[in-house]
């Protein structure tokens, strides 16, 4: 963790505090390593646009002529939406790479931070720094 | 030729006319709560809120024994439970509704229809809706169902609404907080600037806690924003057996 990294989850975790908490959050984001990322690049299987979290199932070369499948874990539709994303924006068979956290577990899943799409364009996940998610 | 009117009647007349400009006060005292609200201050907002509009800070219950350490217990348990990467599972993680205040956190926004007998609020989150009745008097608790939701009576008085909830069910808690039957929930609502609203939920058990506790929501209002739909179909996770909350993989993830 980079001396700024820890200063932001120190801003973060501070800011947490100062409110009353957010009740209802989906589920705790305790599985994911928000500290050690992974960039994944594949062809996306799956994009399904649904609560409590939008999924993708992404295919991910594994340098031997196979494929692996990652579960990839996006915030809601209602919070994509208001960063910019849109139902359709990924489609089967897109290259895309994404920025995960993955699961502290070791299985092929993670939560995005970020997925660059097959124009170039990078798309966040709308999560504050800090692994503080309220979402 | 008129007759000239008598000073008690003139009296009553300005005393008509007084309580008449007085309802009209009152009436007109009311705030507009009507329309959608957002969070404030917003969770990843990059600007310090103004100190003057925030919530103040909550901090923990004070509960009564033993009450008190079983929940201290499992603040620690989940603490550590979250420091191993497996945290234990609440309600949400498996879309069950958060209830009342639960849903008043906001964690979307909410979209508060304020009329003359009704306050309806509804949450972008879980498509949660809860029903407040103005001016008519709460069904004793012995005649509510217990819920997630609870029984909702309230009313205004001058720009502040105060709304009682009675019957929320004890398994549904906010922030895990445990309680009673005979929970009571206290709230006020009153504008703090034109634009945003304040909450003050406080809970009252007898049984349960020490002193009672409040928890200030905040609001600031989405003039032009439109509320989304939010059904929970697709939950990846899941609760182990040993009550940690794990996600599903896509079939094909085994591989």
Known sequence: MTR????????????????????????????????????????????????????????????????????????????LTRVGWKFNIIKPGDQITVLVNPLKNGDPGGMLETATLADGRTLSDSNPPGGVFQR | MSKPIAPSRLLAG?????????AAGAALAEPNITGRWARYPRPASQTPPDPKLAPPRAGEPELKEPYAAAFKELRRKQRESDEKGEPLANGGAECIPGGVP????????????????????????????????????????????PGYYGASYGAWKGNELTVETLGVREDVRYRDIPHSSKLKIVEHFKLVSPDVLHDTVTFEDPDYLAKPYTVTFAYQRLPDYKMLEYVCENNRSYVDANGVTRMKLDPESKK
């Open chain 1, 4 to 79: 700024l990294d820890r200063l932001c989850a120190g801003i973060a975790a501070v800011a947490a505090l100062a409110t009353a908490a957010p009740a209802g959050a989906h589920h705790s984001f305790a599985m994911f390593d928000h500290v050690n990322r992974i960039t994944l690049k594949g062809t996306v299987a799956k994009f399904e646009w649904t609560n409590p979290h939008v999924f993708i199932g992404l295919d991910v070369p594994d340098g031997a002529g196979a494929t692996k499948r990652y579960t990839v874990e996006c915030a809601s539709p209602n919070v």
């Open chain 2, 14 to 22: 300005a005393c008509l006319a007084l309580i008449a400009a007085t």
């Open chain 2, 102 to 145: 639960s849903m008043m956190g906001a964690i979307y926004p909410i979209e508060i229809l304020q009329t003359p007998k009704q306050i309806t609020v509804i949450a972008e989150a879980g498509s949660e809706v809860r029903r407040i009745y103005l001016d008519e008097k709460s069904p004793p608790l012995e005649d509510i169902p």
